[in-house]
Each structure stands twice: as structure tokens, then as C-alpha cells.
């Protein structure tokens, strides 16, 4: 839907924006254009709000389904448009599937790429790009897919290299990590991230992390 604050009007529903017909999970901003991945099956569109509204898979459609992000992505849970002309999105896979995806989209080329078991039977949870670092920080939790039991003791935070598409980093800062719910750039190499750990005491903590230097500088338990 869409709102004009200043206008006064009332909010216009602009109907469906997705061949999913469930939910859209994340959306990102690159170039004027807004990307929108959506359950089920991580379907990636995008649309341009200077041009009237009209979904479908047509060239000519606005917003265009621009088709699945990967086979096995199927909750697009966090994404960020930018890093090397890309849209990237972290995701938790398929019903009955351990192993969620890292991908991409790439405008220009209209190509699509995608990385499986980064961390080994984890998934992609958070995204954040740390701009004085030129990388991608990216951050796991031991779920699998709907239906599925963790195989994995525990998760863990990567940076990525988003012009080389490789990973430079792989680490928990000894934390013993469950999920990374979120991640945010803080800069000089440093992010804010909320995270739950292994063990007894279930509540997450908002933690300061300096990717920098490979250390964990506060933490904070949320009550």
C-alpha cells in the first residue's frame, strides 16, 4: 500500500506485489528501484514507484516478478541492496531442508547468484554492510527449515567480500551463538547486533561488536 502523509489521504491498497502468496519478508532500496523478496519460495520483485502500478511477470510490469532467488531459499529474512551493484538477501531454506542461502542479484546483468552452507547446516539470518570495511556482514542462526531440528551446536557471524563473492571471515567472538537476529554498521569496523546464545538463560542481548579487531566490546541482555 501507499500513503501521502502531507496530502491527507487515505491509505491505497496497490494489491498483489509477489507471485508468493504469502508474505514479503525484507525489502531493499538500489537506484530508485524497490526490491521486495517474499515467502514462499524467496521470489525476488522489483518496482519502480515513478511508474504506475501494475504486478506481473511481463517485462513491462511494475512491479516484476523477477523469479526465485535460489532452489533452496525460501524465507527471505534480511536483505541489502548496494555492495557490488547487488541485491543481496540472507535466507532460511525450505521446509524439511538444513542449510539456508547467502545470495545475490545483479540489475545490470539480470543474473543471480548463491552460496549454500556457508555455515554448515545454518542459515542466513541478518545482513549488514560495513562501509569503512568494504564487506558484508553477515549473520547465522542453527535453524534449518520448517519441520526441522537443528543439526548444528551453533551458528556464527561471516564477512563477506562482496566484489570477490568469498568469504574472508568465519567467527562467534566467543559467544557459542544461536541466532543473530539482527546486525547494524556502527563503523570503523564495528557493528550493533542482537543475539541469543546457546545455553539456559533464552534471552537475546544486544551486543557491540568490533569486526575490526575480533572481539566482542559490550553486552547488553534485553529483559
Known amino acids: ?9 487515505a491509505p491505497e491498497d ?16 538500489l537506484d530508485g528501484q524497490l526490491y521486495i523478496a517474499s515467502y514462499p519460495g524467496a521470489r525476488l520483485a522489483v518496482y519502480d514507484p515513478t511508474r504506475p502500478y501494475r504486478f506481473g511477470v511481463d517485462p513491462a510490469a511494475n512491479p516484476r516478478d523477477l523469479g526465485r532467488l535460489d532452489e533452496v531459499a525460501y524465507r527471505p529474512l534480511a536483505m541489502v541492496a548496494g555492495p557490488a ?28 547468484g548463491s552460496h549454500r ?3 554448515r547446516d545454518c542459515s542466513g539470518y541478518a545482513l549488514a554492510y560495513l562501509a569503512s570495511e568494504g564487506l558484508l556482514a ?4 542453527i535453524e ?12 556464527a557471524l561471516v564477512l563477506w567480500d562482496p566484489v570477490q563473492d568469498r568469504e574472508v571471515w568465519q567467527g562467534d567472538l566467543g559467544l557459542s551463538i544461536h541466532t543473530v537476529f539482527d546486525l547494524m554498521d556502527a563503523g570503523d569496523g564495528c557493528a550493533y547486533a542482537v543475539i541469543l546464545q546457546n545455553g539456559a538463560d533464552q534471552r537475546p542481548a544486544l551486543c557491540l561488536l568490533d569486526l575490526r579487531a575480533k572481539r566482542v566490546r559490550a553486552r547488553c541482555v534485553l529483559e
Open 144 to 155: 534449518g527449515g520448517t519441520g526441522t531440528t537443528p543439526r548444528a551446536e551453533r551458528a
Open 85 to 112: 551493484g547487488k541485491v543481496w538477501a540472507a535466507s532460511i531454506p525450505d521446509y524439511g531442508m538444513w542449510g539456508g542461502t547467502l545470495a545475490w542479484y545483479d540489475p545490470q546483468r539480470g543474473t543471480f
Open 138 to 141: 553477515v549473520g547465522y542462526a
Open 1 to 9: 500500500f501507499r500513503c501521502d502523509p502531507a496530502g491527507g489521504g
Open 117 to 119: 552452507h556457508v555455515v
Open 14 to 29: 496497490l494489491g498483489a506485489c509477489s507471485v508468493s502468496g504469502g508474505e514479503a519478508y525484507s525489502m531493499a532500496n
